[in-house]
Antibody
């Protein structure tokens, strides 16, 4: 079955960087676009970024553009999110998500990894 | 990139029907049939309930249905059950190749 497992979260000081990973299994990773979605504590879902199946195209929410970079390694079935210049408002659970048939939806979600930006 | 607009809360009694609205613009909800709905219970990852406006994934109860008119999409839950109590989020593809979520609606089953 499809599994998405995020890792790399933790407590980080403001201004520092962090890289999240999402390991995928149970489907052909290289065929799927992949997304990051975050949820601040007690708040709603916020879409963060998407990367195409071959990694050639990526798009970002305005709130993270120029600050976050999404990437992937299809040989390792792993998705990444490089987060720079972190701010307290970036504190959230970060989910990776993808689709089954049809690219427009998020059928599969990981369990999320918590990033806390605090001094 | 403003979030799609959803009511903060809705409520209904068991057996009743409720509808949650999701309002966007012609650049997102109104421009594409790529609206999806997600259910999220506390501490859990979201679950896809409706995709492409009105399609149900396999395994989702037919008590859940979706529709769209203009820039507003809607999720209707009929025959409310206690386990339907959760947060619900709409999402739409946008003309910028990005995605937007709604602010979320807390459903309370009275």
């Amino acid at each position: 079955q499809v599994q998405l497992v995020e890792s790399g979260g933790g407590v980080v000081q403001p201004g520092r960087s962090l890289r999240l990973s999402c390991g995928a299994s149970g489907f052909t990773f290289s065929w799927n676009s992949m997304h990051w979605v975050r949820q601040a504590p007690g708040k709603g879902l916020e879409w963060v970024a998407v990367i195409s199946s071959d990694g050639s195209n990526s798009y970002y929410a305005d709130s993270v553009k120029g600050q976050f970079t999404i990437s992937r390694d299809n040989s390792k079935s792993t998705l990444y999110l490089e987060m720079n210049s972190l701010r307290p408002e970036d504190t959230a659970v970060y989910y990776c998500a993808t689709h089954s048939s049809g690219w427009s939806k998020f059928d599969y979600w990981g369990q999320g990894t918590l990033v806390t930006v605090s001094s | 990139q403003s979030a799609l607009t959803q009511p903060a809360s809705v409520s209904g009694s068991p057996g009743q029907s409720i509808t949650i609205s999701c309002t966007g613009t012609s650049s997102d909800v109104g421009g594409y049939n790529y609206v999806s709905w997600y259910q999220q219970h506390p501490g859990k990852a979201p679950k896809l309930m409706i995709y492409e406006v009105g399609n149900r994934p396999s395994g989702v109860s037919n008590r859940f249905s979706g529709s769209k008119s203009g820039n507003t999409a809607s999720l209707t839950i009929s025959g409310l059950q206690a386990e339907d109590e959760a947060d619900y989020y709409c999402s739409s593809y946008t003309s910028s190749n990005t995605r937007l979520f709604g602010g979320g609606t807390k459903l309370t089953v009275l």
